[in-house]
Each structure stands twice: as structure tokens, then as C-alpha cells.
């Protein structure tokens, strides 16, 4: 539909993978060596800028695989919940997701057998098959850096300045994938798409006292009741600081937009500063 070719072109220009011309822009040619989503070549590059690629090679991985999370038998709801609480992080599901693939390596390592690798997986309800194809898919992301001569930095998972440069290169991805919960109780206003949605049963966030008002979420699926998948607590302070302001400028009208925009005009010395240095 010509209505969905030019919101992709939109998306694309958004994440600066376009010339003025409509072409690929030298950006969006590295981004496209990558066979991925867009938004996520472009946490991936901004990773190198922020020093966080091994990090964010996981997280990549881990979000194109398969779910890893499985639909746990009935009457074992609680346990599955159990074991996954053990690779839970506060920080949100992306920072979890790195948990649980760092925890299948080092069970890997230590099991000798393919079958003591797959009992593991069975006893914290994970998927060995989806696990397998996220360590596939990491390595060959890793040689694709290595081809074009991307950095790869060490890892430093767990230091404050690591997680606070993962979140900044998820959003100078998927800042269009942002969201507010607008009444305290996880009924969650997408900033672009104007839909409600409710935090999907796997994220670590689910039945769990804390609720963050400001997230940003790597899918939306209508099929499952209006869920968001894969979300991770972000500050909005770090949202204005990393979108685009044309894009910011072009957001529907909202109560959540006005928050930024007080947010924006609270830093507007700092921030008239970093976009003219931009």
C-alpha cells in the first residue's frame, strides 16, 4: 500500500539511513550490511559510538531468535515464573534477555553433553533450540563487524555507565517505539500509534509491584490482546536527549508529548547547544 511505503520511507529518514535525495545515505549503507530490522542496525552502530557492542550484539540476537521463554504446562505457571525471576533485571527485559544468554554460555561451557545442555533449558522453562539460533545469529553479526571493521568493545555488563550506554543505543534505534503509562497501572499509550497497550506476560515487569511509567518496547503485537514485547524502563530526559527533533516536532498531539515538551524546554539551553552541534 503506498500509505505503508511512504511510512517506511518516513522511518528510514527518521533514523538518518536517507539522503536528501531519497537514496541511501553513506549511514544507511552501512545499516543495510546488517539483515536486520533498521531500527535495530542502528542500535547496533550507535553501540560502537557508546561503547557497548558486545552487549548490544546479544540483545540483537536474542530479540530476532525465537521467543526463548516457554509456554510453561499447566499448574507449573509459578515455578517457570520461579526460574525466570533468577535472570530478571531491574533494568528491563533487554537487560534480561542478555542474562539469560550470558547463563546458557556458561551452562554450555560447564556441560559436557548436548543433552546436560537441554536439560538445563527444560528446568528453567527456556528454549534450547531459540538459544542455539541466537548464539548462530550472534556470531555471524560479529563477523559482519569484523568485515566492514566495526569496533567491537569489551564486555562490561552490570557497571552503571553500561547500562545507561545500552539504553542510549536502543534509543537512537527505537526511539519511534516509546510509551507512557498513562493511569500507574501498565495500560501503556504508544507516542506514535495512539493504541493502548499492556505489558505481555513474559516481560520480567509482569505481576510485579513496579511498574515504569516511560518504556521503550521492541514489538507491538495486536494478535496477542494489544501486548508490548520486550520493554525496558527509559527516563525521559534520555528520550529528548536522543530523537530527532523533526521527528519529536511531528509526534500526534498528547499529554505525554506535553511532559517532553516541558522536559525539552527545562534543558532548552543544553539542548539548542547539542542540536546545533549536530
Known amino acids: 500500500a503506498p500509505e505503508s511505503l511512504m511510512q517506511a520511507l518516513e522511518d528510514l529518514d527518521y533514523l538518518a539511513a536517507l539522503d536528501n535525495d531519497g537514496n541511501l545515505s553513506e549511514f544507511g549503507i552501512i545499516m543495510s550490511e546488517f539483515p536486520l530490522d533498521p531500527q535495530l542496525s542502528k542500535s547496533i552502530l550507535a553501540s560502537c559510538e557508546f561503547e557497548c557492542v558486545d552487549e548490544m550484539l546479544t540483545i540483537a540476537a536474542m530479540v530476532t531468535a525465537p521467543n526463548c521463554f516457554l509456554h510453561a504446562p499447566p499448574g507449573t505457571e509459578e515455578i517457570a515464573l520461579t526460574c525466570w525471576r533468577k535472570f530478571s533485571h531491574p533494568a528491563g527485559d ?9 547463563a546458557f554460555k556458561e551452562a554450555s561451557t560447564n556441560s559436557a553433553s548436548q543433552c546436560n ?10 528454549s534450547c533450540s531459540a538459544l542455539r539460533m541466537a548464539e548462530i545469529i550472534r556470531a555471524e553479526l560479529v563477523e559482519i563487524m569484523k568485515r566492514i571493521e566495526l569496533p567491537i568493545s569489551e564486555p562490561d555488563f552490570g557497571s552503571k555507565e553500561n547500562i545507561l550506554s545500552i539504553k542510549k543505543s536502543l534509543l ?5 517505539h516509546i510509551a507512557r503509562d498513562v493511569d500507574g497501572s501498565g495500560n501503556y499509550l504508544m507516542l506514535t500509534h495512539r493504541q493502548v497497550a499492556q505489558l505481555h506476560p513474559f516481560s520480567s515487569y509482569y505481576n510485579t509491584r513496579r511498574i515504569p511509567e516511560w518504556v521503550l518496547f521492541h514489538e ?9 514485547r520486550v520493554v525496558s524502563e527509559i527516563s525521559p530526559n534520555l528520550f529528548v536527549e ?3 527533533q523533526y521527528y519529536f516536532s511531528n509526534l500526534p498531539p498528547s499529554e505525554s508529548k ?7 524546554n527545562h534543558l532548552s539551553p543544553v539542548s539548542t547547544t547539542k542540536e546545533e552541534q549536530k
Open 117 to 126: 545442555n537441554e536439560k538445563w533449558c527444560r528446568d528453567y522453562f527456556l
Open 94 to 102: 533487554h537487560f534480561t534477555l542478555i542474562n539469560v544468554f550470558n
Open 242 to 244: 536522543l530523537v530527532p
Open 172 to 176: 537512537s534505534g527505537y526511539f519511534m
Open 258 to 264: 506535553d511532559i517532553l515538551q516541558e522536559v525539552i
Open 220 to 228: 507491538f503485537s495486536i494478535s496477542e490482546d494489544n501486548s508490548i
